[in-house]
């Protein structure tokens, strides 16, 4: 009976021992837990912590990137508002120069207008001169023919009286010449045949100004032609236009160049030919 308590007593001390080696094992691998824990927690903290100054660097940069570019941004606004500025004020110089150009050009259309006139003045005043000298120039010539047809007269009455009361010589005394002249400008008696031969005359262009449009021609009075006729220019055969008669001399007429019916300009020496043949005066 007395070894039955102590192998009770064995068996509960092995039981204690045992369960003190089993909480030993439980706490050592609840310890060694533990530390695996901490162990990865520590390292997990450490990557966090990594992660983040690899964050906070990577924020700096863009902070960095975001400061240069409000930067950037500020010096193309400056850029811009320059650029408006001077947008502003090259219109400015713009709109000036149109508004100048244009005043400018209605000055110089004015002038233009201006020249014109004074040229077309001029040249007015230039014809009236020029006809004038013409009708000079006849009135000479014809002041001219009246004097030799006088002259002729008188030499021909000189040697029907020297042959009568001077027959042995040749000089006549001055009392016995009486010369009359004719007033300028009046019409010299047509000659014997005139009506015969106007039915075929030319004549040719003497002067020409292609610009106002007219010629003097060397044909007038004495070869039938009147105002208004219109005369055929001729060159070398080729028909060249047409002339209509507007002054008229003795022996030359101012006329107007028909532009509708006249090719290209007239030139001196184009022959011209009435276009129907001119009635005598």
Known sequence: MENK???LIIII?????????????LLFLSKSQETREK??????????????????????????QIEDLEKAR??????????????KIAEAQTQAAKEATETFSQQFQRQQEDTIKQLKSFTS????????????IESLIETKKDLEGQLAKIKQQ????????????????????????????????QKEGAQAKNQGISGNILSVDNDYHFAIIDLGRESGIKIKDRLLVLRQEKRMGEVEVKEIYRNMSLTDILTEKTQGNLRKHDKVIPITPPQSQ
């Open 5 to 7: 308590p102590k192998k």
């Open 13 to 25: 001390l092995g039981a204690v021992i045992a369960l003190e080696a089993v909480l030993l094992i």
């Open 39 to 64: 162990l990865n927690l520590k390292l997990q903290l450490k990557d966090i912590t990594e992660e983040l100054a690899t964050k906070d660097s990577r924020t700096k940069e863009l902070e960095k």
């Open 74 to 87: 500020n010096d193309l606004k400056g850029q811009i508002d320059d650029l408006t500025a001077k947008q």
């Open 125 to 136: 005043e230039s014809r009236k001169t020029q006809l004038a000298l013409i009708a000079k």
């Open 158 to 189: 000189q040697q029907e009286g020297s042959s009568q009361e001077y027959p042995d010589s040749s000089e006549v005394p001055l009392g016995t010449i009486n010369v009359q002249m004719k007033p300028a400008g009046a019409a010299a008696p």
